[in-house]
């Protein structure tokens, strides 16, 4: 899992831009932004999953979760995806299905460290730390 300036799956090939950042400075303040909103995400979360070929042949249910450092919920996206079996694999080999996610946009209300967290079908696979900085 990695954030990025721009990302794009192709035919299961991830085409990335500016990957593995983890920091945004916010110079000044955004104007004409609500009070709550300190800065606003620009980028892109790209998650690649894989997947034994037992659990290929279904669907499967995701949540990208966001969290701020006291962990309060800021922001959640849900989905599903349904995992087919690549005929072309070698027996044994995993079954990989990227996430892109365009997080441009997304308001973040202070400076501080945040956490994007996946879960797929319920079980917690791993998260994606990132800090929020004023700049001077």
Do not use: S
């Not at 990695?2 to 990302?7: C, D, E, Q, S, V």
């Not at 990335?16 to 104007?31: F, K, L, N, R, S």
């Not at 300190?38 to 037992?54: D, K, S």
């Amino acid at each position: 899992m990695t954030l990025a300036n721009y990302a794009e799956d192709r035919d299961g090939l991830l085409n990335m831009i500016g990957a593995g950042w983890d920091t945004i400075t916010v110079q000044a303040p955004i104007e004409g932004a609500p009070d709550e909103v300190f800065a606003v995400m620009q980028g892109t979360l790209v998650v690649r999953l894989l997947f034994h070929q037992t659990e290929t042949g279904q669907e499967h249910r995701f949540a990208i979760t966001t969290i701020d450092e006291d962990g309060a919920e800021i922001g959640k996206i849900e989905g599903g995806m349904r995992v087919e079996r690549n005929k072309g694999l070698p027996p044994g080999w995993d079954q990989n299905v990227n996430i892109v996610v365009a997080l441009t946009g997304f308001p973040l209300p202070r400076p501080g460290r945040y956490t994007i967290n996946v879960q797929v079908d319920g079980q917690f696979l791993g998260d994606r730390p990132f800090r929020v900085l004023k700049g001077y």
